[in-house]
């Protein structure tokens, strides 16, 4: 098994700034992403982070705004940039390991709040 | 593309009713099918998981069967608690850990 470990938990974030939230796995696994969770809305995907080369991102986010790096096979970090109150969410970690859809496992969610 | 419906919420239940939260998927492949729960204020936990057809998976007191006749896993469990009030989300993968969720279902369990 996996435990993810994220940072910040939560903060409260100025309008215009940037935040990077770090994701660190105990073990290591195949697959890393991030998710957005928008306040009372289900999860999307925002990119896979691979390890050593650029992430690949879902349709609707894009590399400038959400900065992603993996330089190995247990860390990752994920940067919000230039945050505006739409920004506040929750963004998840996620990581695979061993068979491909079987064993998913997520972070506790870094929750953050912008003003 | 691949997609998970399920129930509207919210659910409004008493304490010891019977819960069922529908959930259809389409998927051009052969998917594993999930069951997710977030309490009030917590992150994402897995709450059961099948990988192929008529595989039941269950925890918790909460069941629900990979149907793929229905295209269907639905969650089901007999007698729900107080503690049990939290967001349930479906969700499938195919032959990789993306995950692609429904919309959640909000369930709130009264005394």
């Known amino acids: 098994s996996a435990v993810i470990s994220q940072k910040p938990s939560r903060d409260i974030c100025q309008r215009g700034t940037s935040l990077t939230i770090q994701c660190q796995v105990d073990?290591?696994?195949?697959?890393m992403f991030w998710y957005r969770q928008q306040p009372g809305q289900s999860l999307t995907l925002i990119a896979t982070?691979?390890?050593?080369?650029?992430?690949?991102?879902e349709s609707g986010f894009v590399i400038d705004k959400f900065p992603i790096s993996r330089p190995n096979l247990t860390f990752s970090t994920l940067t919000v940039s230039n945050m505006s109150p739409e920004d506040s969410s929750i963004y998840l970690c996620?990581?695979?390991?061993?068979?491909?859809?079987?064993?998913?496992?997520f972070g506790e969610g870094s929750w953050l709040t912008v003003v | 593309g691949d997609s998970v419906t399920q129930m509207e919420g919210p659910v409004t239940l008493s304490e010891e009713a019977f819960l069922t939260i529908n959930c259809t998927y389409t998927?051009?492949?052969?998917?594993?099918l999930f069951w997710y729960v977030q309490y009030p204020g917590e992150g994402l936990q897995l709450l059961l998981k099948?990988?192929?057809?008529?595989d039941k998976g269950s925890n918790k007191g909460f069941e629900a069967t990979y149907r793929k006749e229905t295209t269907s896993f639905h969650l089901e469990k007999g007698s729900v608690q107080v503690s049990d009030s939290a967001v349930y989300f479906c969700?499938?993968?195919?032959?990789?850990?993306?995950?692609?969720f429904g919309a959640g279902t909000t369930v709130t369990v009264r005394a």
């Open positions: 996620s990581a695979g390991q061993g068979e491909p859809g079987n064993t998913i496992y």
């Open positions: 073990s290591q696994v195949t697959m």
């Open positions: 982070a691979n390890q050593g080369s650029e992430a690949t991102y």
């Open positions: 998927a051009t492949g052969y998917p594993s």
């Open positions: 099948a990988t192929k057809a008529d």
């Open positions: 969700a499938l993968s195919i032959n990789d850990y993306k995950l692609s």
